[in-house]
T-cell receptor, first 116, second 114 residues
Framework: EAGVAQSPRYKIIEKRQSVAFWCNPI?????LYWYQQILGQGPKLLIQ????????DSQLPKDRFSAERLKGVDSTLKIQPAKLEDSAVYLC??????????????FGEGSRLTVL | AQKVTQAQTEISVVEKEDVTLDCVYE???????LFWYKQPPSGELVFLIR??????QNEISGRYSWNFQKSTSSFNFTITASQVVDSAVYFC???????????FGDGTTLTVKP
């Protein structure tokens, strides 16, 4: 079974530039998450999708961050314009939960963003 | 609101020592799940164990064991006879049954020295 795929693995940009990250979850997983992990901290949820609908985006800085999952499969997270404090690893995770037992999250390798 | 606290930021042990990682959580939910994940230097978080709020039975899996105590809102993780390959950051997470949202602690960095 293929895991969660993310790209790019690394990205360096200047502040005020834009960046986009892509995620392809495990096949059949209805729930997709984007987490931000700042160095030395635990992952912080940015947005959660159930199929192509948003379940929770309460911690997404909507003035600069956007995310979509148009066909209920892969997803894109965009930052525009980037700030220095956006430097972090952006983790995508998926879960097979669509109701019923709560399953674990399967994570991708992450996309490391450095904003200069 | 949910909160997960891992008070130990860093732990360093010598190989073959036993080590316990602490996790304390807060939630208003009556049903929830607790998890431990391991993040090795390569970066990818890997699932270790899940425990639901109804099941306080402790579990042992090889060198790993878990102690869940609902009365103290704790879900501690013990590695017996630690090995160098156990060196990683370990995260405790709490997941609401209703919304499926997972809240992570800030992790404990475990270093096992040869």
């Amino acid at each position: 079974e293929a895991g969660v795929a993310q790209s790019p693995r690394y990205k360096i940009i200047e502040k005020r530039q834009s960046v986009a990250f892509w995620c392809n979850p495990i096949s059949g997983h209805a729930t997709l998450y984007w987490y931000q992990q700042i160095l030395g901290q635990g992952p912080k949820l940015l947005i959660q999708f159930q199929n192509n609908g948003v379940v929770d985006d309460s911690q997404l800085p909507k003035d600069r961050f956007s995310a979509e999952r148009l066909k209920g499969v892969d997803s894109t997270l965009k930052i525009q314009p980037a700030k220095l404090e956006d430097s972090a690893v952006y983790l995508c995770a998926s879960s097979g939960l669509a109701g019923g037992p709560v399953g674990e999250l399967f994570f991708g390798e992450g996309s490391r963003l450095t904003v200069l | 609101a949910q909160k997960v606290t891992q008070a130990q930021t860093e732990i360093s042990v010598v190989e073959k020592e036993d080590v316990t990682l602490d996790c304390v959580y807060e939630t208003r939910d009556t049903t929830y799940y607790l998890f431990w994940y391991k993040q090795p230097p390569s970066g990818e978080l890997v699932f270790l164990i899940r425990r639901n709020s109804f099941d306080e039975q402790n579990e042992i899996s090889g060198r790993y064991s878990w102690n869940f105590q609902k009365s103290t809102s704790s879900f501690n993780f013990t590695i017996t006879a630690s090995q160098v390959v156990d060196s990683a950051v370990y995260f405790c997470a709490l997941r609401s049954t209703n919304a499926g949202k997972s809240t992570f602690g800030d992790g404990t960095t475990l270093t096992v020295k040869p």
